[in-house]
């Protein structure tokens, strides 16, 4: 199976060069792969029922939170490291104290992925998408009642899925969504750097 990609105009940065630069992007397929799908396909291939990997999935997050909040790295041999990287901000000074100050917070975690991951990964076989695929341009209120009627039926809805099930850009994917929320139909359930939308109920 292959895995598809369009080429896409890269946005201008303001005093750049005239010229326009292109960049390729893989176009998702189908939808996000989560933890019950993912849980199937391991049994598939395994003598475990998908409510057993299922459960050892779950307990295995768990376990990693743990770990990631002792401040523990994780090495999955071959698959990479996950590790918590931290950030600073300033915060306010006072009369009393002339240095600046910073306030210590957790930024992300970071993700490192293995050279053998890699390896396999670079054996993946890709040809761009049919043009009858390709944006279509669809007008911005049918795109947002593709969003809604998608979340009709389903928990939560990400970038990437915005971007498969209206065959466009990742820019006008975040628009609809950030339109959406402004309108209050949807409502962002994540963090910033994970976003994720459902219904306003």
Known sequence: ?????????????????????????????????????????????????????????????????LLLLQGR???????GLFSV??????VKQTEQDQEENKEIYVKTVKFRCSAELRSKIRHMHLKRIPKSKR??????????????????GEDTIITSECMGL???????AQKDLKELSGERLIKNTRSKHTSAYALVK
């Open 1 to 65: 199976m292959s895995a598809e990609y369009d080429v896409f105009k890269t946005p201008k940065p303001e005093n750049g060069s005239p010229r326009q630069e292109y960049h390729a992007r893989l176009v998702p397929y189908g939808e996000v792969v989560r933890i019950n799908e993912l849980s199937m396909l391991i049994s598939e291939i395994s003598s475990f029922s998908s409510a057993d990997v299922g459960g050892m999935l779950k307990a295995f997050q768990e376990t990693m939170s």
């Open 85 to 90: 990287a931290l950030g600073t901000r300033p």
């Open 135 to 152: 944006e279509t341009n669809l007008p911005a209120e049918e795109r947002k009642k593709n969003i809604l009627s998608y979340l009709s």
């Open 166 to 172: 209206n065959h466009c850009t990742r820019y006008t």
């Open 73 to 79: 790295k994780i090495e999955l041999e071959g698959l």
